[in-house]
C-alpha cells in the first residue's frame, strides 16, 4: 500500500472500545461501555440519548479535558490515550469547542470575547490577531458588533459569538454540546446551518451532542447512545434521498 492511500484511510476521528468509570470499588459506574465508532471530514454527527446515557462525558474525553482510561481516541491519526498533560494541552488546541451556553465573558466586548480563542496561537501578530477576528465576526454574521457586550445581543447572537471564537485557532473538529438547547426554532435552524457552512468550507468535522429532533433532521448521521453504549448508528440524510 502507498503512503498516500494508508493517508486516506486515517478518519478525522476514531473511537474504539472506549470505557470510562466514575467512582472506585463497589461505587463505580460506567459512564461510557466499549463505545466505537468513526466521523468524517465535512459532516454532522449528532449524539442523542437520554439525559445521563455518557453523551458529555464523550465529548469531555475527544477534547482532551479527560484522560482515556480505557479504549482509544485518534485525532487525525493522533492517539490521545497516554498523552502527557502538555500533550493534551497542544490537543485542546487544535479542539473547537461550543457549550451549551455561549460561555462569554460579560466584561468584553464581542471582538475581546473572540480574541480569546485567537490568543491561542502564537504565531501571529497582534495587527493579524486583530485582522482575523474581523474576518471571523464576517464570516458569522456579526461583523457589525464587534463593540457591543453580551447582554446586549440576542441568545442567538451570543452563539454565534461563540461559534467564531471557536473557530479561531483554525481547530481540526468542532465539538458542541447541546449548543441550541436555549435557541428558538429560527435561531436553531440559523446557527446549525452556520456550522454546516463552516465544516464544509475548512473540511473538518463537527460533533454535537443534542436532544433537538430538528438537529437530527439535518444531521449526516445518528449515534445513539443509551446506558454508556452505542445503540445504533443511522444516516438520516440517507433515508430521506428519493
Known amino acids: 500500500m502507498s503512503s498516500n492511500s494508508r493517508a486516506a484511510l486515517i478518519m478525522p476521528l476514531s473511537i474504539r472500545s472506549l470505557t470510562h468509570i466514575y467512582g472506585a470499588g463497589s461505587q463505580q459506574e460506567p459512564a461510557l461501555n466499549n463505545v466505537s465508532f468513526e466521523i468524517s471530514n465535512r459532516e454532522l454527527t449528532a449524539i442523542v440519548g437520554p439525559s445521563g446515557c455518557g453523551k458529555s462525558t464523550l465529548l469531555s474525553l475527544v477534547a482532551g479535558l479527560r484522560s482515556i482510561q480505557s479504549g482509544s481516541i485518534q485525532l487525525n491519526g493522533v492517539e490521545l490515550k497516554g498523552c502527557t498533560a502538555l500533550q ?23 471582538a475581546e470575547n473572540v480574541l480569546i480563542g485567537a490568543e491561542v496561537s502564537t504565531t501571529l501578530s497582534v495587527s493579524n490577531r486583530l485582522a482575523k477576528i474581523e474576518s471571523l465576526l464576517m464570516s458569522v454574521g456579526m461583523i457589525g458588533h464587534s463593540h457591543k457586550f453580551p447582554r446586549q445581543l440576542s441568545g442567538g447572537q451570543c452563539q454565534r459569538v461563540s461559534v467564531a471564537r471557536a473557530i479561531a485557532n483554525d481547530p481540526m473538529i468542532i465539538i458542541a454540546d447541546e449548543p441550541t438547547a436555549s435557541l428558538d426554532f429560527k ?16 473540511d473538518i ?16 448521521r445518528v449515534i445513539q447512545i443509551d446506558d454508556g453504549r452505542v445503540v445504533s448508528q443511522m444516516q438520516p440524510s440517507a433515508t430521506n434521498d428519493p
Open 205 to 220: 468535522p463537527l460533533l454535537m451532542a443534542t436532544h433537538d429532533s430538528r438537529i437530527i433532521e439535518m444531521a449526516d
Open 88 to 110: 493534551l494541552q497542544r490537543h485542546r488546541q487544535q479542539i473547537g469547542i461550543i457549550f451549551q451556553s455561549p460561555k462569554l465573558m460579560p466584561f468584553l466586548n464581542t
Open 187 to 202: 435561531s436553531t435552524k440559523a446557527l446549525v446551518s452556520l456550522l454546516l457552512d463552516i465544516i464544509k468550507l475548512r
